[in-house]
């Protein structure tokens, strides 16, 4: 069954250093998104992506974080300049958008980010 | 915020049916209602959902009531690995629609 895969499952940086996430959608997918999850809080929304440009994005998504789509597999999304409390679980979605009612969306397994 | 309310926590006996209910008072007629859950830290999954019909597929059944401002998730026969955090979310299904996770409820299978 194809699934959403996410590089690495764990990251850790030091405060002030640029990280890039990595996300493989699944491959007839074409809506793309991040979410984050702090230690013991909710699931949060930060931005999805369709037809290669930025379609919805949260107040967190502000100018440190951008999205891309490098190649027509991957999705990135990269934090400028990290701070302390961007440690968090971050989670890459896709879905398939095709017709009405195919819009659940699919997440990645998530990468740990530890900022130090 | 999240538009629904969930319990925070239940038990439920392994090989009994879990019925999870959501309280959803304010969707509007295009809001569909989705079921995820999350086990331990790893990324949520999706279940199943609906719009008005009542819907059944491998893992679960959903149960809308006819005024939809309510729903039940029912996992048939639960095992310890259905114990997770399940969040029902209120959602215009769009592509570009973000899903707002709320608290979610925790079910706690118990052998």
């Known amino acids: 069954e194809p699934e959403v895969t996410q590089t690495p499952s764990h990251q850790v940086t030091q405060m002030g250093q640029e990280v890039i996430l990595r996300c493989v959608p699944i491959s007839n997918h074409l809506y793309f998104y991040w979410y984050r999850q702090i230690l013991g809080q909710k699931v949060e929304f930060l931005v999805s992506f369709y037809n290669n440009e930025i379609s919805e994005k949260s107040e967190i998504f502000d100018d440190q974080f951008s999205v891309e789509r490098p190649d027509g597999s991957n999705f990135t999304l990269k934090i400028r300049s990290t701070k302390l409390e961007d440690s968090a679980m971050y989670f890459c979605?896709?879905?398939?958008?095709?017709?009405?009612?195919?819009?659940?969306?699919?997440f990645g397994p998530g990468t740990r980010l530890t900022v130090t | 915020d999240a538009k629904t309310t969930q319990p925070p926590s239940m038990d439920c006996a392994e090989g009994r049916a879990a019925n999870l209910p959501c309280n959803h008072s304010t969707i509007s007629g295009n809001e569909y209602v989705y079921w995820y859950r999350q086990i331990h830290s790893q990324g949520p999954q999706y279940i199943i959902h609906?719009?008005?019909n009542n819907e059944t597929n491998e893992m679960a059944s959903l149960i809308i009531t006819e005024d939809r401002k309510s729903s039940t998730l029912i996992l048939p026969h639960a095992t310890l690995r259905d114990t997770a955090v399940y969040y029902c979310?209120?959602?215009?299904?769009?592509?570009?629609?973000?899903?707002?996770f709320g608290k979610g409820t925790r079910l706690s299978v118990i052998a």
């Open positions: 609906g719009l008005k």
């Open positions: 979310i209120v959602s215009l299904g769009g592509g570009n629609t973000p899903l707002v």
């Open positions: 979605a896709s879905s398939e958008g095709l017709a009405a009612g195919s819009y659940e969306q699919y």
